[in-house]
Every structure is written in C-alpha cells, then in structure tokens.
C-alpha cells in the first residue's frame, strides 16, 4: 500500500543498548524528517534529508544517527540508548514544504 | 528563525459550543500554515493546511481556520464539537530552509456533554 511506514510500533530496550527505528515511504518524497513527541514539547526535529545521501540534523539531534543510501527508507539509529530518549517517534514525508504525512509512530522506552 | 506559539494548551468545552483554538506564529519569509490532528494513541492526522489563495480554509470534520499575515495568527475554529472531537492538536509552518515543519507544543480539547 502507498503510505508511509514505521517498525516497530512499540520497543522496549535496555540502557546503552543500540537500537534503530525504520521508515519507508512510498511515494519518492525528496523530503524526510525524523521527530520526537515529548510531554510538554509537542514535536522537535530530531534529523531531515533533502534527497538520497544529503542528511542534516535538527533542533535535538544528539545521541541520534541517521542514514539515507536510498529515497524511500530513512532509519533512526540510537547508537546508547538513554531513559531520555524514551519518547514517541514520528517519521514524515514530504515534497518541499506544502504537504507532509506522518507515520504511526514509534513509542520507544528505554529501561 | 520561524516559532509556533499554541496560546491555550488545554481547552474544555461543553458539547455542540463553538470553540477556537489559538495559534500566532513568527517568521521572516512566507509561510505554509498547518492544523494537525491527533488522537490517542495515534499518529497526526492533517486537519487543513493553508498555502496561498483566499485566507479562509476549510478541512475535515467541520473545522477551518483562517491565516490573518497581519496579525501572524492562523486560529482554528468549528462552529460546533462534538464529543469525538477530544484530541490534541498541533499548529504547525514550514517555509524555512530546512523544508521541515517547526510545530507548537499543541492544545488539548476536551468536549464534555
């Protein structure tokens, strides 16, 4: 189906711990974003790539890796997962600015 | 740098009662504006977005909004809610050179009966 869509929907991992959320999009947006939803900070930009290979970071990129070798998949690495990155992950889409779609999310607790 | 800034970040509103909700934004270029939608233990769903053209937008569900550049505000509204309408939601813009959305911190309906 076309759409976006991340795995897993929900993990639990241990402190230091390496772990990697996945998003793959359908439609050959040029944009995708990576973002995190906090209690009390609705949504911050964790990391967003322009095209294929072009990744750059965002407001609250640390502790995070992203990669981008092709235009439809954009994975999250946490290289030490901390409690602080306990969090709802959310991965987007888009071209250039005037639409954007969401995936699910990943709800991600660290132990 | 652009900012969101979401004015109320709960709102408690009785049934079939008009309710608006808040949203004024800064930025230096031009803007696209968004409402987002989103319920428990779900992802966000756009309400209506605002591009170019006439000022008044119209979603889904019976909401609209209306962008006021004068006054950087781009404020939700429906005429009236429904219990199903208990959700938090998000004002978002993009236009900046990232291409991202930079979102405010949402608001928090609540429609009682």
């Given at each position: 189906?076309a759409?976006?869509t ?17 998003c ?19 949504l ?23 990669s ?23 991965c ?8 954007y779609?969401?995936?699910s ?7 | 740098?652009?900012?969101v ?10 049934e ?40 008044l ?9 209306e ?35 930079i979102?405010?911190k ?8």
């Amino acid at each position: 189906d076309a759409g976006i869509t991340q795995s897993p929907r929900y993990k639990i991992t241990e402190t230091g711990r390496q772990v990697t959320l996945m998003c793959h999009q359908t439609w050959s947006h040029s944009y995708m974003f990576w973002y995190r939803q906090d209690l009390g900070h609705g949504l911050r930009l964790i990391y967003y790539s322009a095209a294929a290979d072009i990744t750059d970071k965002g407001e609250v990129p640390d502790g995070y890796v992203v990669s981008r070798s092709k235009t439809e998949n954009f994975p999250l690495t946490l290289e030490s997962a901390t409690r602080s990155q306990t969090s709802v992950y959310f991965c987007a889409s888009s071209e250039w600015g005037n639409g954007y779609t969401f995936g699910s999310g990943t709800r991600l607790t660290v132990v | 740098a652009q900012s969101v800034t979401q004015l109320d970040s709960q709102v408690p509103v009785f049934e079939e009662a008009p309710v608006e909700l808040r949203c004024n934004y800064s930025s230096s270029v031009s803007v696209y504006l968004f409402w987002y939608v989103q319920y428990p233990n779900q992802g966000l769903q756009l309400l209506l977005k605002y591009l170019s053209g006439s000022t008044l937008v119209k979603g889904i569900n019976g909401f609209e909004a209306e962008f006021n550049k004068s006054q950087t505000s781009f404020h939700l509204r429906k005429p009236s809610v429904h219990i199903s309408d208990t959700a938090e939601y998000f004002c978002a813009v993009s236009g900046g050179s990232q291409g991202n959305l930079i979102f405010g911190k949402g608001t928090k309906l609540s429609v009682k009966p």
